[in-house]
């Protein structure tokens, strides 16, 4: 995907401007329609980050995330952030607006697992790892992360 | 077989008049197709002349035997000669009759998704997503007994959307549960002891000094004489 | 009291020692747990897109079990056990689902064309659940061998508790575990992390990651005094229990500590043998620890 920015940007007297491009709105629109979240209620208080205990393993931070899908900055898809989200719902208990920031890490995973992609193998596992692994890890593992 | 009892089928795009009472298979042969694959007991038991087929004015296309499924009017047609799945090695003495067994060399039945579209596909009516279900939770015995009446013929693997193989799934369960389950053929062993020790050897030095005729009523009145 | 029963995967397998301790324990309070005659999968998670529909097959059949079973007479009444919290989580939801969105039922049934119509009537619940809602008195009663002694720090994990409409119990401060655990005589050690997540599905392929996570967790319930950790679902069992030798490869530091289920715990208080508490499957070890405190 090449990054295209979704904002002119000015300088004016005070600093920087950023203006939407209305182009940029279908991917904030699939984001809505995937997760059924209305993205516009995060007001970026970071209580989701702060909850968050993946993280230490995340280049942008769930609410830096949301901030990106509000902006339809496409770039949120190819962060390791939606990948190494657990689903473990930390997010939705906290946001003070009702958010649930997991269906929104889960409904970008899916924009991009649904061009066939599949984030992780069977392959790279070992004949060990397979006898070891619950049937539960194994499942829900292959339902996040593949096609 | 009446002459005027005709119906249209089409094979791989093309149409033909065959006679209403055939299967799949005699309708193809009697319009003109020669099977080089795709063909094989003709009994309904090898699972190589998986079909896959569209009745008329349905948008289904469902999975048959081409030897066993009578022809209709308006059937749209095509094979499925060699499902391509890959059957993993094993040894079979190394591998314990559980969940295990099915995780390690088929990691993938855990994307199964109970949605049943094996069994629909299944022309041996056998329930399908219940059998891979039960390898999923190590049941090896179960798996074993639903899928008894398998014969690989790949309509379940070429249809299922988790790209999961079944038939691998019941043979490798089959294999398992008679190895390690239900135990050596007791009879048999015995009548081969029976065989070693000379039980029959006299009867069977009789018989080599028959005539033909004689051979020949034995024979025919054994039945009777049981 | 008999009712529906639905084990998941990972409880006729890895998990069995959650599945005999859950069945023997709930026995020597009343309940029955009728397992379903015939289940699949749930899925595990429960599916977060709002146009999926594949995804809701598994829960929903298994859904459609119980109702044929109370048609069979097996059962007469409409409430589904679990006790993997991702079954618990993946059920409710679908049923949920399966009640307030007519349309996506639709779609459901038309594919699903050979099943009954699932009514929407089941209700799914956790152990737990019943067991508060019959009052802890009920357990104290049954207690034979209370756990005197024995610092049990309380391990939720995430899908027990949240999403927040799902939860059995409030995700910011849970106590149904830690009232259980008194009930049976246990000194509570409460812990920080205790809802914090354990890393997962992520025991897959990052492991290093869930071992962290998982360490955390463990040497907070370590510094708390706990002398072991009872957990209510299989995999955070696994990361916390199982992968401990994981954990010990990235941080050679870490101390070990014993992890159960509740429900062994239960069983064990109940004087149960063997066969039920099946202390024999976890790894590691928890008898060693029981011993010293002359529980076993």
């Not at chain 1, 709105?25 to 059924?36: H, N, R, T, V």
């Not at chain 1, 970026?44 to 230490?56: A, D, I, M, R």
């Not at chain 1, 901030?67 to 949120?76: C, D, N, T, V």
């Not at chain 2, 749209?76 to 391509?84: D, E, K, L």
Request: charge should be negative; glycine fraction near 6%.
């Amino acid at each position: 995907m090449s990054y295209v920015y979704p904002y002119e940007m000015s300088t004016g007297k005070s600093g920087l401007y950023f203006t939407f491009k209305p182009e940029n709105a279908s991917f904030k629109a699939k984001i809505e329609e995937l997760s059924g979240e209305n993205i516009d209620l995060c007001f970026q208080c970071g209580g989701c980050s702060s909850g968050c205990p993946l993280t230490e393993e995340m280049d942008l931070l769930p609410s830096t995330v949301m901030r990106y899908a509000q902006l339809g900055i496409e770039e949120a898809l190819e962060s390791t952030t939606i990948w190494v989200c657990s689903t473990c719902f930390n997010c939705e208990v906290r946001c003070p607006r009702g958010i649930d920031i997991a269906n929104v890490m889960e409904a970008m995973r899916q924009m991009v697992l649904r061009t066939k992609y599949d984030r992780v193998s069977l392959d790279d596992l070992t004949p060990e790892e397979l006898r070891e692994l619950p049937q539960i890890a194994i499942i829900s593992n292959l339902r996040k992360l593949t096609a | 077989m009446e002459k005027n009892n005709m119906v249209t089928i089409h094979v791989m795009g093309k149409k033909h008049e065959v006679p209403a009472d055939l299967t799949i298979m005699k309708a193809m042969e009697y319009a003109g197709h020669q099977f080089r694959r795709g063909a094989g007991c003709r009994g309904g038991y090898c699972g190589a002349c998986a079909t896959i087929y569209r009745t008329h004015g349905s948008y289904k296309l469902q999975g048959a035997l081409a030897c066993q499924k009578i022809v209709e009017d308006g059937m749209y047609i095509a094979q499925i000669p060699f499902s391509p799945a890959e059957k993993k090695r094993y040894d079979i003495n190394e591998v314990r009759a559980d969940d295990t067994a099915f995780l390690e060399h088929y990691p993938e039945i855990a994307r199964c998704l109970s949605c049943n579209t094996c069994t629909k596909a299944c022309p041996q009516d056998i329930m399908v997503m219940d059998y891979v279900q039960a390898a999923l939770r190590g049941d090896v015995e179960e798996t074993a007994k639903l899928s008894f009446d398998c014969i690989n013929c790949g309509l379940c693997a070429i249809r299922c959307p988790a790209e999961i193989v079944p038939y691998n799934i019941g043979q490798l369960a089959r294999r398992l549960y008679s190895k390690y389950i239900d135990g050596p053929t007791e009879h048999v062993l015995d009548k081969v002891k029976e065989v070693e020790a000379g039980k029959f050897d006299a009867e069977i030095e009789e018989m080599k000094g028959l005539d033909r005729e004689t051979l020949q009523e034995r024979y025919e009145t054994r039945e009777k004489r049981l | 009291m008999k009712i529906p029963y639905y084990p998941g995967c990972t409880l006729k397998t890895k998990a069995t020692n959650f599945d005999a301790s859950t069945v023997a324990a709930a026995e020597a309070l009343g309940i029955e747990l009728v397992e379903l005659p015939r289940w699949n999968c749930c899925g595990t998670v429960h599916a977060l897109a709002r146009d999926d529909v594949m995804h809701y097959l598994a829960p929903i059949r298994n859904l459609i079990r119980v109702e044929d079973m109370n048609a069979e007479g097996l059962v007469d009444e409409k409430r589904l056990v679990t006790q993997c919290a991702m079954c618990y989580n993946t059920l409710k939801r679908a049923n949920q689902a399966a009640n307030d969105d007519p349309e996506k039922m639709e779609k459901i049934r038309g594919i699903m064309e050979k099943e009954q119509e699932y009514s929407g009537n089941v209700e799914v619940v956790h152990l737990l659940e019943i067991l508060r809602q019959g009052g802890w008195d009920r357990v104290k009663e049954a207690v034979e061998k209370p756990l005197t002694g024995i610092k049990v720090a309380p391990y939720y994990g995430c899908l027990l508790l949240r999403p927040r409409e799902f939860g059995i119990d409030d995700p910011d401060a849970p106590k149904i575990m830690e009232d259980l655990l008194e009930a049976l005589g246990a000194e509570v050690v409460d812990f920080p992390y205790k809802t914090k997540c354990c890393g997962a599905y992520h025991a897959v392929h990052l492991k290093e990651v869930a071992a962290d996570l998982s360490q955390r967790i463990l040497k907070q319930a370590v510094e708390a005094g706990a002398d072991m950790v009872a957990t209510a679902c299989p995999l955070c069992d696994f990361n916390l229990g199982e992968r401990q030798t994981e954990i010990k490869k990235h941080f050679p530091d870490f101390e070990s500590i014993p992890v159960v289920y509740y429900t062994q715990l239960m069983a064990l208080a109940f004087g149960q043998n063997e066969e039920a508490t099946a202390f024999d499957v976890n790894d590691p070890d928890p008898r060693p620890v029981l011993a010293e405190k002359g529980l076993v």
